[in-house]
T-cell receptor, first 112, second 114 residues
């Protein structure tokens, strides 16, 4: 079974721009969670989606948003990028009634 | 979810067993202990989880003390490829389908040396 895939793998943007990242979960996994990883703050939860609805949200500003499609694929969007948004963005999928999450390779975003 | 405490770093010789401890003294009766690891710049990888019995899979063994206040992840024959940050996470049983927010601490950086 194919793992979680994320596109693009690397991205460079400038301050003020917006960015959209994509995540395709493992087949049969309906829950997708997003995380941000920075050297200073470590791995932090952004939000979770399943059945096309946001179910859980971390402590991030409204510039960070997401959505999920009927095939469980998910996108996250960051608007008005700031230098501090430079990070590794990770997506994880799971079967809704199970805790174990399976992570993708991440998208490394650099904001200049 | 209960808080966990792990040593910031550990070394292990290649081919030897790596024993990574985790303290979770406030764990409650229905909370599981999960272990993930993250090899440099990759996504975290699930290793193993358990409730109160010891568990073993193809990657590792998990030993949970009888009082469940601490646990040890054992990599029986560590290789250079096991060099990674290892995270111990305590999670409640998920029946509501709304608990997709893993809380990662700083973990233990394991360095396997030749």
């Amino acid at each position: 079974k194919a793992g979680v895939t994320q596109t693009p793998r690397y991205l460079i943007k400038t301050r003020g721009q917006q960015v959209t990242l994509s995540c395709s979960p493992i087949s049969g996994h309906r829950s997708v969670s997003w995380y941000q990883q920075t050297p200073g703050q470590g791995l932090q939860f952004l939000f979770e989606y399943f059945s096309e609805t946001q179910r859980n949200k971390g402590n991030f500003p409204g510039r960070f948003s997401g959505r999920q499609f009927s095939n469980s694929r998910s996108e996250m969007n960051v608007s008005t990028l700031e230098l501090g948004d430079s990070a590794l963005y990770l997506c994880a999928s799971r079967v809704v009634l199970q805790e174990t999450q399976y992570f993708g390779p991440g998208t490394r975003l650099l904001v200049l | 979810d209960a808080k966990t405490t792990q040593p910031p770093s550990m070394d292990c010789a290649e081919g030897r067993a790596a024993n990574l401890p985790c303290n979770h003294s406030t764990i409650s009766g229905n909370e599981y202990v999960y272990w993930y690891r993250q090899i440099h710049s990759q996504g975290p990888q699930y290793i193993i989880h358990g409730l109160k019995n010891n568990e073993t899979n193809e990657m590792a063994s998990l030993i949970i003390t009888e009082d469940r206040k601490s646990s040890t992840l054992i990599l029986p024959h560590a290789t250079l490829r096991d060099t990674a940050v290892y995270y111990c996470i305590v999670r409640g049983a998920n029946y509501g389908g709304s608990q997709g927010n893993l809380i990662f601490g700083k973990g233990t950086k394991l360095s396997v040396k030749p």
